[in-house]
């Protein structure tokens, strides 16, 4: 009988984040399994405290006059969450958060909630969407994907795939069939979407084939809600869920496949504690249940394609748009002769005809502003010239309150020059530019013209995004301005232009996937012009034209992009070639924090086995909340010895701690490059 539980105490901090035994009482031996709740008498004054049972034990590893009783249970769990608790550890170790925090994350707190039937979900997301499409059948690439991936399957083959298919080359008809085929089987699928990618056609395609069997769970479900999706998986009432990267979760129990759509997206990456990535936790949990992975994407990250060709993950391609239409026309305008010909407006004189011709036609036009890295890059308007960190090869990012310029990676700073150094133009400046003064600008430029405007301000509102793109969609009107977010996925008939403002703003973020992210946002950005019968039309304005990541994207040359790009991360030691570690050390006294800092570099340093340190220098926030914080980096080939450096850099800040206040942090391969 199992009468001893280890025990992981409700605390995020490091020092109490490992199992502590109890003892459970007679009357709760049937109810305690891994995974259950309870309530504990933990610490000095015996204060009760919860926490999760982590594993059951017979014997117990200390001896029993010194244990406590477990006081009562608050939530009771059964063999399912088992596994969770195996990926909660696996998520601990792999991207360095405390235990605690990685079991929340995968065994989230019940909330009563009535259980609502999903359909009524989804049938507010597709209402008054014209059904423009009419039964499918696969092209021959598409064929040839599917008959490749049920054989495999059927013959017990488990992989990662990765799926290079263009814009619009039919990938989401794809992912129905392989999901069909394993729910034939009688398991169950995940298909991940990125946090705001899911279009009404996807829903109502999966809805037609799945019916009440599939539950569609956006980020903005009540935490009730999302519990009761989850109970429906437990039972088996639903085959397939269809969410962001926390539809991980969802306690099937038996998972078959696991499609993780537009893989390249960052929003896959979580930002907060326990920092994972979607697609490496996919893998793990496909592998626990014996399914597969499939990645997806018309520009796959660097790293999976990389991955791909070193024969890690099967190479699947759909080469040509399913609906027949062309891939769409890309101009590159030349922002620097705008200038010069006297044009300050954040049209180009290309843009602005297009514009007038599109709306004139009857037809409609997207313009798209990158917003990523909007803060702090500074670049010459007249030249294109980015300053760039001497020693790093990024481009340096301005300081706010110093006015200084610094480098994110290795803590170089220098001042803010008054003029360019390359071509002496004062016009050296950060690119000010939001979606509104657009929207304005549209409205002088063609008066009487209907616009809608997305970004983060306009989509605060519950299924405001949706409502804004359901009402262009139906073409109540003629321009829609946006952010990245309005590149995703959406498939509009009746866009035959898509103007990009400025290019290169993505470029200046100082961030080594800087390259990365400009090709891609671009790629699918072309890739929404022209969906429908008829030609679609791109113009690309920009500052750096020659820059690779735009000449590439212009014409869709994704090989040709990745080339330069992995030469590019070889030479500058980035992921997928190297391994990074990022360190932060945080403490109410700056010399203190520093000197910490420089220790454990310096202990890095000794036992480096082939890394490399970078830093310290300080980290993108300087200071918070009065704890002064520096970072630095540990560059190696292998995942393994970052590990190592971590644990050896704990147990030397657990001995020499002479402060509380002293903290530290990792992050692997951070995104952005300067997490903390
Ligand atoms: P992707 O996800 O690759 O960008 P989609 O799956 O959205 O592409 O498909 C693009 C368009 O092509 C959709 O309108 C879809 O209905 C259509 N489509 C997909 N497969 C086929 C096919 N075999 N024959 C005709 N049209 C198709
Ligand atoms: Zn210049
Ligand atoms: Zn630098």
Known sequence: MMRYANVIV???????????????????????????????????????????????????????????????????????????????????????STMIDALKLVLPAKKEYRVRKSAVNAQTLTENIEDTYSEIILNDEQRAVVDDFTDEYDRGVRNTYLLFGITGSGKTEVYIELIRHVVESGRQAIMLIPEIGLTYQTVRRF????????????????????????????KREIDVIIGPRSALFTPFPDIGMIIMDEEHEGTYKSETMPRYHARDVAIKLASMHGGSVLLGSATP????????????????????????????????????????????????????????????????????????????????????????????????????????????????????????????????????????????????????????RMDGDTTGRKDSAGAILAAFGRHEADVLIGTQMIVKGHDFPGVTLVGVLAADIGLGSGDYRAGERTFEL????????????????????????????????????????????????????????????AVLISDKDNDRAYLCAMNLAGLCQANNRGSQIIGPGKAGIGRINDNYRYVFYIKCDERKILTELKDIMEEWIEKNRDSDAIASKVAFDPEPMNPF
């Open 207 to 234: 809805k037609r084939y799945f019916g009440d069997r599939v539950a569609i769970m956006n980020s903005k479900l009540a935490a009730g809600e999302r519990y009761a999706y989850y109970e429906q998986a437990k």
């Open 10 to 96: 409700d605390i995020s901090h490091e020092a109490v984040d490992r199992p502590f035994t109890y003892i459970i009482p007679d009357e709760l031996v049937m109810r305690c399994h891994p995974g259950t709740r309870v309530k504990i008498p933990f610490g000095k004054g015996n204060s009760s405290r919860l926490g999760y049972i982590l594993e059951l034990k017979d014997h117990p590893d200390v001896p029993v006059v010194k244990l406590k009783e477990i006081q009562e249970i608050v939530l009771s769990q059964d063999a399912t969450e088992s596994r969770l608790i195996e990926l909660a550890y696996y998520i601990k170790e792999q991207f360095g």
């Open 522 to 581: 671009l790629t699918q950005a072309a890739g929404r012009a022209g969906r429908g019968d008829m030609a679609g039309r791109v113009v690309i304005q920009t500052y750096q034209p020659e820059h690779y990541g735009i000449v590439h994207a212009a014409v869709q040359d994704y090989e040709g992009f990745y080339e330069e790009e992995i030469a590019y991360r070889d030479i500058g030691g980035y992921p997928p070639i190297k391994k990074i570690m």
């Open 301 to 452: 990250s660097v790293e999976s394609y990389y991955h791909a060709l070193a024969g890690d993950y099967k190479l699947y391609r759909l080469t040509h748009r399913a609906t027949g239409a062309k891939l769409p026309e890309v101009e590159i305008v030349d922002l620097r002769a705008e200038l010069k010909a006297g044009n300050r407006t954040m049209f180009s004189q290309r843009l602005q005809a297009l514009l007038e011709e599109t709306v004139g036609n009857g037809q409609q036009a997207m313009l798209f502003i990158n917003r990523r890295g909007y803060a702090g890059f500074i670049s010459c308007r007249a030249c294109g010239k980015v300053i760039k960190c001497p020693h790093c090869d990024v481009s340096l990012s301005e300081h706010r309150s110093t006015g200084t310029l610094v480098c994110h990676y290795c803590g170089y700073e220098t001042e803010k020059p008054k003029v360019c150094p390359e071509c002496g133009s004062k016009y050296i400046m950060s690119f000010k530019a939001g979606t509104e003064q657009i929207e304005e600008g549209v409205k002088k430029m063609l008066p009487g013209v209907r616009t809608l």
